[in-house]
């Protein structure tokens, strides 16, 4: 008879699930060489947001946590660059990527610190009045952020050029992936997922939920930072529009399209809400009001995700 | 004197709060519904009441109209969408994706444009107490909120369709059984709500004017109220708007480079001590 | 008044208000150790309230709660959980999307954080494998919570109760919505966990109540009406009266 354990636990399967991942990889890696700029731009900024996208799940799929303002963690990635580099100040990407996680975990432990001692929909009230907080502040503080206007003169590290950049971001992408995908097997992912299913049961088998949701919060806020410092590379540009409840609404809709319940689901959903963005708004300025209705029929006739429903169908 | 004026500015802005929050709040308390969406409400009545009131050259019909509006508009969401979405997770979804499409058409037709509403004339003057000099439409807006404040508390404690809210919240099944249409009743606080807000954005767009981003920034302050104030309840909204109003405009007066730090530090000192809100319920 | 090493629970004065509504008032209760106290009263009486109270799921308005006579009256509940406090919930509450063997490898595992691999030790296997085969589930490892039986998952509560290792187990209807069958064995195990720990039970099948309490306290609009042994209960006029009386 299999031990406890090993009847649990799904290491065989491990194999089966590198393939998809490997042919993903494939594909990424050969987008440059084989499409326009314009896709390639189009698969870079995807990336890019996906670092908002699946730290914004790590919080709601993962730990049942709606953060409204999610798009704190992006703005300060972002400002960071924008203070350090655009600035004069130092040139060292490492130093910049270093500086950027350690404030903003700083930050996040601070906010969340605040923001969990509230439940449900204060929670994402509160978080969504941290975001404002910062966005008005940039805004007024013009001295130090540049106001209204933000802060540029940014180069890209390395001086890379775009496709290297792409390169770069990839790899970047890959390795926080790999990450996230190992918090979630762990422990601790474990914990977070059965917080999501029944905080009060957790509470009773003796768990310290708030810890679990605590560092689920700044890991999340890390995560998003690294995405924010990706795009204000690429943009040249740090704003107060970074810090938006917009930038944190993209997150959200991409997560719901792609589906919360996985991984790879808000990369998928980045995908589709970039490309829509992109291509609608050639064709027009109401970007606004599709991307509204797409909220509204995601959540009337969509509400899985496409991930959700491949593997509804995928258990028939 | 400064001190009076920047006090009256305090509480009229406390009472363009309270005329917001308190429809989120009895959405939020006596409903259980989320709708993020009630700060669009209060930017369209402002760009309505101003397009309005210069079309018609009336205060009255600015009013009248911004209010109208927004009443329907909360009517129509509640009967075409809050009545199935009941899960707090759609509605914020829902609601989401409304800001989005407000914001949409008020870029549309007003450009994202500042816009004021003009008071009307009758109140645009001040009147002289004991030496003071008080700007009539002010007092009038803080009147108007002392007035609507009372009537939801009377509403809400005093009267049977209070009563019935409250229990058609914690057992809709039951008061369906007792013959009461638990939704006529549902879709009548919506529009009140909705009216409310319409109400605000009119008058606070006399004073703060009407602006792409509005809604969000009013939306922030009213979820701060209803947070510090205590979750959920009326009183606590009432408390909560005075604090923050007073938090909002003294500290604007006195560091006007660190934006609603003030707002922002009562909420995080609240949050660290009483997370559930000055007069809010811990279970 | 006995020796107080004896008592596993005191309650003192315990209070729960609702707005104007005392949902528990002012009882004052003894648990003994290695004991099978069972707590009774018609609906609405206070039983899980009080419950709630007890382990941490709601705080009391006022009054104290011992447990060896460590002050528990302010603790969260995970706490009290750790200090060795366990109860299963009268209403299902489980993970739906689980399986059956994730979340008995989440209640067996140690409760500090970390980032350790989903695994468990060999020694807890064994406890979950006799716990398993006890109840009948052993091949019921891989489904999910939402597709087991309403009787499997009544189950499921105790096992994560007994998996917990506690000095005290609060079990809330046990058998309410089971089979005649399913009862009498969730019964037998009551029966056989009592050997070891000390049972809180609150139920509604007088026969369950009688045949397994060693003490039983009734509970009517809040407080303790009643309390005895199965006998005295059996014969108590005012038992009768709360139950059936006007």
């Known amino acids: 008879m299999k031990s406890f354990p090993q009847r649990v636990n799904k290491d065989a399967k491990r194999l089966v699930w590198m393939l998809p991942y490997g042919l993903v990889f494939a594909l990424m890696v050969s987008i440059p060489a084989y499409s326009s700029s314009y896709i390639t731009g189009l698969m870079l900024i995807t990336l890019m947001y996906a670092f908002g996208s699946m730290s914004f799940n790590l919080l709601l799929g993962y730990s049942g946590l709606l953060s409204f303002g999610h798009?704190?963690?992006?703005?300060?990635?972002?400002?960071?660059?924008?203070?350090?580099?655009?600035?004069?100040?130092?040139?060292?990407?490492?130093?910049?990527?270093?500086?950027?996680?350690?404030?903003?975990?700083?930050?996040?432990?601070?906010?969340?610190?605040?923001?969990?001692?509230?439940?449900?929909?204060?929670?994402?009230?509160?978080?969504?009045?941290?975001?404002?907080?910062?966005?008005?502040?940039?805004?007024?503080?013009?001295?130090?952020?540049?106001?209204?206007?933000?802060?540029?003169?940014?180069?890209?590290?390395?001086?890379?050029?775009?496709?290297?950049?792409?390169?770069?971001?990839?790899?970047?992408?890959?390795?926080?992936f790999f990450?996230?995908?190992?918090?979630?097997?762990?422990?601790?992912?474990?914990?977070?997922?059965?917080?999501?299913?029944?905080?009060?049961?957790?509470?009773?088998?003796?768990?310290?939920?708030?810890?679990?949701?605590?560092?689920?919060?700044?890991?999340?806020?890390?995560?998003?930072?690294?995405?924010?410092?990706?795009?204000?590379?690429?943009?040249?540009?740090?704003?107060?529009?970074?810090?938006?409840?917009?930038?944190?609404?993209?997150?959200?809709?991409?997560?719901?399209i792609g589906g919360k319940r996985t991984l790879f689901g808000p990369v998928l959903g980045t995908a589709v809400v970039v490309g829509s963005n992109n291509y609608i708004s050639t064709y027009t300025e109401h970007w606004l009001l599709i991307e509204g209705a797409m909220f509204i029929l995601v959540v009337t006739f969509f509400k899985k995700g496409i991930f959700g429903y491949i593997q509804e169908w995928w258990k028939r | 004197m400064a001190l009076i004026i920047q006090m009256l500015n305090a509480l009229s802005f406390a009472a363009i709060l309270f005329l917001l929050a308190s429809g989120l709040c009895l959405m939020l308390s006596l409903m259980n519904v989320v709708n993020l969406a009630h700060g669009s409400l209060y930017m369209l009545a402002g760009y309505i009441g101003y397009s309005v009131g210069q079309w018609a050259d009336s205060f009255l019909m600015a009013l009248v109209t911004g209010i109208s509006t927004t009443a329907l508009i909360s009517f129509l969401m509640?009967?075409?969408?809050?009545?199935?979405?009941?899960d707090h997770l759609e509605q914020i979804l829902l609601t989401f994706g409304f800001i989005y499409i407000f914001q949409d058409v008020a870029r549309t037709l007003w450009h994202g444009n500042y816009h004021f509403v003009s008071a009307p004339a009758i109140l645009s003057g001040s009147i002289h107490i004991l030496g003071a000099v008080?700007?009539?439409?002010?007092?009038?807006?803080?009147?108007?909120?002392?007035?609507?404040?009372?009537?939801?508390?009377?509403?809400?404690?005093?009267?049977?369709?209070?009563?019935?809210?409250?229990?058609?919240?914690d057992d809709s099944l039951m008061v369906q059984a007792l013959g009461v249409d638990i939704n006529r009743i549902f879709t009548l606080v919506f529009t009140m709500a909705g009216a409310l807000a319409g109400l605000s954005g009119v008058l606070g767009s006399v004073l703060i004017g009407a602006y792409i981003g509005a809604d969000l920034d009013i939306l922030i302050f009213a979820v701060v109220v209803i947070v510090i104030g205590g979750l959920g309840t009326l009183q606590g909204a009432m408390v909560g708007s005075v604090l923050i109003g007073f938090a909002e405009v003294f500290g604007r007066a006195f560091l006007p480079e660190f934006a609603h730090f003030f707002v922002y530090g009562v909420m995080a000192v609240i949050l660290a001590t009483r997370p559930s809100g000055l007069l809010g319920r811990t279970s | 008044m006995k020796n107080s090493s004896e008592n596993l629970i005191v309650l003192r004065n315990l209070t729960k208000k609702f707005g104007s509504m005392l949902a528990v008032?002012?009882?004052?209760?003894?648990?003994?150790?290695?004991?099978?106290?069972?707590?009774?009263?018609?609906?609405?009486?206070?039983?899980?309230?009080?419950?709630?109270?007890?382990?941490?799921?709601?705080?009391?308005?006022?009054?104290?709660?011992?447990?060896?006579?460590?002050?528990?009256?302010?603790?969260?509940?995970?706490?009290?959980?750790?200090?060795?406090?366990?109860?299963?919930?009268?209403?299902?509450?489980?993970?739906?999307?689980?399986?059956?063997?994730?979340?008995?490898?989440?209640t067996a595992a140690p409760k500090t954080v970390g980032f350790k691999s989903f695994q468990i030790a060999a020694r807890e296997s064994a406890t979950i494998h006799g716990l398993l085969d006890q109840f009948g589930l052993a091949d019921r490892l891989a489904i999910k919570t939402k597709n087991l039986s309403y009787g499997e998952q009544r189950q499921v509560e105790v096992i994560l109760g007994l998996l917990l290792a506690p000095k005290v187990l609060?079990?809330?209807?046990?058998?309410?919505?089971?089979?005649?069958?399913?009862?009498?064995?969730?019964?037998?195990?009551?029966?056989?966990?009592?050997?070891?720990?000390?049972?809180?039970?609150?139920?509604?099948?007088?026969?369950?109540?009688?045949?397994?309490?060693?003490?039983?306290?009734?509970?009517?609009?809040?407080?303790?009406?009643?309390?005895?042994?199965?006998?005295?209960?059996?014969?108590?006029?005012?038992?009768?009266?709360?139950?059936?009386?006007?």
Request: charged share 15%.
């Open chain 3, 170 to 246: 609060l079990l809330d209807e046990p058998t309410s919505g089971l089979s005649p069958a399913e009862t009498s064995q969730m019964c037998d195990i009551i029966r056989k966990v009592a050997e070891n720990l000390t049972v809180v039970l609150i139920e509604h099948d007088l026969d369950v109540v009688f045949q397994l309490s060693n003490k039983i306290s009734v509970m009517n609009y809040g407080r303790i009406i009643y309390e005895g042994t199965t006998n005295e209960v059996r014969a108590s006029a005012e038992v009768k009266e709360a139950y059936f009386g006007g």
């Open chain 2, 134 to 169: 008080f700007p009539m439409f002010r007092l009038c807006v803080i009147g108007i909120g002392v007035f609507v404040a009372l009537g939801l508390w009377l509403l809400q404690e005093k009267t049977k369709i209070g009563a019935l809210i409250r229990a058609g919240v």
């Open chain 1, 71 to 176: 798009a704190y963690a992006w703005g300060l990635g972002s400002y960071t660059v924008g203070m350090l580099v655009g600035k004069g100040i130092t040139d060292n990407f490492w130093l910049v990527l270093g500086i950027a996680i350690f404030v903003t975990g700083l930050v996040s432990a601070f906010f969340g610190f605040l923001a969990l001692r509230t439940h449900g929909v204060y929670f994402s009230f509160i978080t969504l009045s941290f975001s404002e907080l910062l966005r008005s502040s940039v805004m007024k503080w013009t001295k130090v952020t540049g106001g209204e206007n933000g802060l540029t003169g940014i180069r890209r590290p390395f001086a890379l050029d775009e496709t290297s950049y792409y390169y770069l971001v990839l790899v970047g992408f890959v390795v926080c």
């Open chain 3, 25 to 106: 008032n002012d009882v004052s209760l003894v648990i003994e150790k290695g004991k099978i106290h069972t707590i009774i009263g018609p609906n609405g009486a206070g039983k899980t309230t009080l419950f709630n109270l007890i382990c941490g799921n709601q705080r009391c308005t006022s009054g104290q709660i011992l447990l060896l006579g460590q002050d528990l009256t302010k603790l969260p509940e995970y706490k009290r959980v750790r200090m060795g406090l366990a109860r299963s919930f009268q209403i299902n509450n489980l993970f739906p999307d689980f399986t059956l063997g994730e979340t008995l490898l989440l």
């Open chain 1, 179 to 256: 990450i996230m995908k190992w918090l979630i097997a762990s422990w601790f992912g474990k914990i977070l997922n059965g917080i999501r299913e029944n905080e009060s049961r957790i509470l009773m088998l003796g768990y310290n939920t708030w810890v679990y949701k605590y560092f689920a919060f700044i890991f999340a806020g890390i995560f998003a930072a690294i995405g924010g410092l990706l795009s204000a590379y690429y943009y040249g540009i740090a704003a107060p529009d970074h810090f938006s409840l917009l930038v944190t609404g993209n997150f959200l809709l991409g997560t719901l």
């Open chain 2, 78 to 86: 509640d009967r075409i969408f809050f009545r199935y979405f009941k």
